[in-house]
């Protein structure tokens, strides 16, 4: 059995991306942004159809200029996913793409100029059903908020979020989610654990300009961590220094680590030691590769020897116990008569887990993983 998961949601309103819901208990969704030039159309579109691919529930484009939001058309009509566009001040940019049909508008309404402007956008969105994300930044803190706080604090990011805020409640505009971001762990988490308590809406989670791959990875999985296992947060973006497609994944590992939402293969694999009876580290990253474009989730537990592998075996979909020459293998968690050679791990499991997942889809059995 698997322990519990006790991580209990904070409630807030639910606002719609397109198709897919936000807040309210909808999965949390999983979120990346192109880095093409949005005017080459055909090149972003092939970026926001990969990151598709790899589970992203929604993609955010960059619309910087005008020629932009005419390419942005385009780049919609193609789109398999809802797409938000990121909009710094510009009020015309916003009102073109509302009418190409943009899922959502990052633009922080009190950027946007006079009241008239404000509520030309605030309009557009409204008529279309369109929701705001609302996005404060430390590295980019109103002036007079850094002179008050003299740096960026948790209170300094909410008030500025707030601002913004106070302009859509005046408007009567309730459909928006907000993010606080930060590049510094702690600053983000508090000013994320600040906003949860005063406003509704749902919130947008990312730990900004984390770093590379391997660095940013670890540094949102500890923040968004912190926030998730207390129940805070909605959506996600995991912003690298990399193809938006590994944003995606580690999106994804991070919900899967906490068991709040699970995409494809859980590898449960030991680190290997001298008393591994197979190449451990090989067969799994090879599994990996094989099997990324799986995406029913199932736990496949692959470890080197007895000491651990029977008892892992036993709570996963598929497990491999190394042994001499020929392996334990465990289907479902009951053991199997027949043992799988060593010599040929990769292409047998391969095959097994494939089989599993169509048996799984076929019967829709719940599968063992939380
Ligand atoms: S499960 Fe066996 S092979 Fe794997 S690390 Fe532990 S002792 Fe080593």
């Known amino acids: 059995m698997m322990h519990e998961n006790p991580i209990k949601r904070r ?10 819901p936000i807040g309210d208990g909808a999965p949390i969704a999983v979120q990346s942004m192109t880095n093409t030039e949005t005017t080459d159309v055909e090149a972003t579109v092939r970026q926001v159809q990969a990151i ?19 390419a942005f058309k385009f780049i919609k009509q193609q789109s398999p996913v809802p797409l938000v566009a990121d909009i710094h001040f510009d009020y015309r940019i ?60 948790p209170a300094a990011l909410v008030e500025s979020a707030m601002r913004h805020v106070d302009i859509l409640d005046r408007l009567n505009f309730q459909d928006f989610k907000v993010s606080v971001k930060a590049s510094d762990v702690f600053l983000a988490v508090d000013s994320y654990r600040l906003l949860a308590k005063q406003i509704e809406q749902p919130l947008h989670l990312g730990i900004t300009e984390a770093g590379g791959l391997r660095s940013g990875s670890v540094k949102s999985s500890i923040g968004l961590g912190m926030l998730l296992a207390e129940g805070i947060g909605d959506t996600l973006r995991i912003s690298l220094a990399a193809d938006p497609v590994e944003e995606v994944k580690v999106g994804f590992d991070i919900l899967k680590s906490l068991r709040i939402r699970s995409r494809g293969i859980n590898f449960i694999a030991c680190p290997s030691c001298s008393r591994q009876e197979f190449d451990v580290i090989n067969t799994v990253n090879a599994l990996e590769q094989r099997l ?13 020897c007895v000491v651990n592998g029977p008892g892992e075996a036993l709570i996963a979909e598929i497990g491999l116990a190394g042994a001499k020459n020929k392996s334990g293998f465990y289907i479902g968690g009951e053991r199997q008569k ?25 019967e829709q059995i719940p599968v063992k993983q939380a």
Do not use: F, W
């Open 94 to 153: 916003a009102l073109k793409v509302a009418e190409y049909g943009v899922d959502c508008l990052r633009i922080n309404p009190g950027n946007i100029g006079n009241e008239q402007r404000i509520r030309a956008v605030v309009d557009a969105a409204r008529d279309r059903n369109i929701p705001i994300r609302i996005g404060v930044n430390g590295g980019s803190l109103e002036k007079d908020l850094q002179e008050k706080y003299g740096e960026p604090t």
């Open 292 to 304: 990324e474009d799986v995406t029913t989730a199932m736990d496949v537990s692959i470890i080197g």
């Open 52 to 70: 598709a691919a790899a589970g992203a529930d929604i993609v955010r484009v960059s619309v910087p200029t005008m020629d932009a939001a005419e």
């Open 11 to 20: 409630p807030s309103r639910r606002i719609y991306v397109g198709n897919v």
């Open 338 to 362: 027949e043992r799988l050679d060593n010599k040929d791990l990769v292409d047998q499991l391969e095959r097994h887990i494939r089989a599993r997942v169509k048996q799984l889809e076929a």
